[in-house]
């Protein structure tokens, strides 16, 4: 197990634990499966989530994915929390990340029930609140994942400018933060124009996952710098 280090930087996770965020990167996002899985659904207009409802023939697939996500996304956040150094904005940051891993398995918990942008029934349903509990509580996890993944982002950034660490996330994370804020206040317009709702949360998704992937780069590129101080040094040979 990696330990902390006294030379200021954060310690190394890991390798396994870069693995899995690469992997729930790639878990999150089933939805591209839409195209060959559920080409029915409105991709412009129809909400992610009605892949995964109850009444759609690949459902465990999508859902699956986002089980699968969160569970990835757990191990990872609290491997970082035992391994690496515990500094405010570090600790800040995998706590959140560990939220958003949570909800995203909320996600998979408590699916819709059916498909409101395929089915007028089930349209009608939903408005005149005659639908399930998890049906109306998926909305409640679906806005946690995006808060969290933002609070997450955003935090880990601010720790890697603060503490001189992590230069993807230094560079990069703040910025999808701001991008998936943008997108995620962009679906309330959405929401009330009726249009676009289901390119907008696609987006949201995609920025999630590079920000995954950004996360899993700089805990690469961390292991990567410690492996390198940690080699003695070459000595060179001497000609009498």
């Not at 939805?31 to 465990?60: C, K, M, T, W």
């Not at 690469?220 to 001497?238: F, G, H, I, M, S």
Request: charged share 15%; hydrophobic share 50%; net charge neutral.
């Amino acid at each position: 197990m990696s330990v902390p280090r006294p030379d200021g930087r954060p310690g190394a996770v890991p390798v396994f634990a870069i693995v899995l965020t690469n992997l729930a990167a790639v878990t999150y996002s089933t939805f591209l499966l839409e195209h060959f899985l559920s080409p029915d659904l409105d991709v412009i207009n129809g909400y992610v989530s009605e892949l995964s409802a109850r009444d759609q023939p690949f459902d465990r697939v999508y859902g699956g994915g986002d089980l699968l996500t969160g569970l990835l996304v757990i191990a990872v956040a609290v491997t970082a929390l035992v391994t690496t150094r515990r500094r405010r904005w570090a600790v800040a940051g995998w706590v959140f990340l560990g939220l958003y891993g949570l909800c995203a398995i909320g996600d998979a918990l408590f699916p819709l029930d059916c498909a409101p942008s395929l089915e007028t029934g089930c349209a009608l349903r939903e408005r005149s609140g005659h639908l399930s509990f998890s049906h109306e509580f998926h909305a409640v996890t679906s806005s946690m994942v995006i808060a969290f993944g933002v609070a997450a982002l955003l935090t880990l950034s601010i720790a890697a400018r603060r503490y001189g660490w992590w230069p993807a996330l230094a560079r990069w994370g703040w910025l999808l933060a701001l991008l998936e804020t943008v997108f995620a206040l962009s679906t309330v317009l959405a929401m009330l124009l009726g249009r676009w709702l289901g390119i907008i949360q696609r987006v949201q998704i995609a920025i999630l996952c590079l920000g995954l992937l950004t996360i899993a780069w700089a805990l690469l590129e961390d292991r990567r710098a410690q492996n390198a101080a940690d080699k003695p040094p070459v000595r060179e040979k001497t000609t009498l």
